[in-house]
């Protein structure tokens, strides 16, 4: 082996040793500074809204950065009274009827036993006591694994249950202090921004600084598009919804399609933690027309919902819809639900660093060449 290709396969290994311990510093660093991280995409999301305060109407920095929290807490919580209000009346509602159907659901099962499991039961003894001694003994058998193995389940998931509970507790308070360190840090860092942003300037290359511009933005204009196109998915699922439901004339439509347009966050969950139920119960209590109208809802939600989804991410997020496709796919593969927002994320990432020309100067650096020479 000569020494330029010696020299080359000493850089390539020295890029994947930083990039490998860039990534996991960046990993077990957030684990304590991630409240800092939401503080920083907080204080990027309304920047434009205190240089408007400062500029448009000579605020001072400080009284505009104070302004614009003021301004995104009221908003975030005037949505989220709003919406408990709404969920309220019609969980009020839902208190007096409710009750109702769970009495026609038991009237039901009581006669679906008397007429038929018990006539059932009765068949099922008669032909267990025809058998042989050594049949009813393996029958017995198999019996008792398998009630040995519900019991093992459900067991297990009673004591992972009280296991967790203190941790779900304790989240509470410590969701409390995330958001206060994380309004604060929030505050001062858009206070000095201007101060931040220059000392940052002073101190990395320009090299480094060029391209951290080109990512910084692009990856700014991609959260913007991802938030822009989840919102848009909701606003669509909710708005079939509502108008299904007040076709089908079903009572507190708007409440049930505000808790269905939440749900659809959930991927492959969502709307169906409360449709499948409904269609269920609407079924087998014999409103079979209700049952009919909810499951081609259902069906119209979930296929919107499939082929939209794709196409208005990558249309915001400035993605292939093919690669947007993939990127879901396997994100939610590798790390479940939560893999479906990295994905696309981790996609933009990508995508992001290849424009700002990041990956042909990493290459540029292991072959020994000008990054200026590589096309």
Not at 252 to 259: D, G
Not at 266 to 286: C, S
Not at 306 to 332: A, R
Not at 346 to 373: C, E, M, Q
């Amino acid at each position: 082996m000569n020494r330029e290709n010696a020299d080359r396969i000493v850089r390539f290994f020295i890029v994947v040793i930083v990039a490998s311990a860039s990534l996991l510093s960046i990993y077990y660093a957030s684990k304590f500074i991630y409240p800092f991280i939401i503080a920083l995409i907080i204080a990027v999301a309304i920047n434009p809204v205190v240089g408007f305060l400062e500029k448009k109407w000579k605020f001072p920095r400080t009284l505009a950065v104070l302004t614009s929290l003021i301004l995104v807490i009221g908003i975030f919580t005037g949505l989220i009274t709003l919406l408990i209000a709404e969920i309220v009346a019609g969980a009020s509602y839902l208190a007096t009827v409710v009750p109702e159907h769970v009495a026609t659901l038991i009237r039901y099962l009581e006669k679906m036993f008397a007429n038929q499991v018990i006539p059932f039961y009765n068949k099922l003894a008669g032909m267990f006591q025809s058998l042989d001694s050594g049949q009813r003994d393996t029958i017995m058998n198999s019996i008792d694994e398998t009630g040995g193995r519900i019991t093992e389940s459900v067991t297990a998931f009673l004591q992972n249950f009280f296991i967790k509970l203190p941790g779900l507790v304790s989240w509470i308070p410590n969701a409390a202090t995330v958001i206060i360190f994380s309004l604060l840090a929030t505050f001062f860092i858009s206070k000095d921004w201007d101060r931040l942003t220059g000392l940052a300037n002073r101190l990395l290359p320009e090299k480094v600084k060029s391209s951290g511009t080109r990512v910084f933005a692009d990856l700014k204009k991609a959260l913007a598009g991802f938030v822009k196109a989840q919102i848009t998915l909701i606003s669509i699922t909710l708005v079939i919804v509502l108008v299904g439901l007040l076709i089908l004339r079903v009572n507190y439509a708007i409440t049930i399609a505000l808790i269905l347009g939440l749900l659809d966050l959930l991927p492959y969950l969502g709307t169906g933690t409360v449709f499948v139920p409904w269609i269920i119960y609407e079924a087998v209590t014999g409103n079979i027309g209700l049952a009919i109208g909810l499951g081609i809802l259902y069906t119209v939600v979930i296929v919107q919902r499939q082929l939209m989804e794709p196409k208005i991410l990558s249309s915001n997020i400035g993605l292939n819809p093919l690669g947007t496709l993939i990127s879901l796919f396997v994100g939610f593969k590798l790390i479940g639900f939560l893999g479906l927002i990295l994905g696309p994320v981790t996609l933009v990432l990508l995508t992001t660093l290849h424009k700002a020309n990041v990956f042909r100067d990493i290459w540029a650096y292991i072959i020994g060449a000008p990054s200026n020479n590589i096309k």
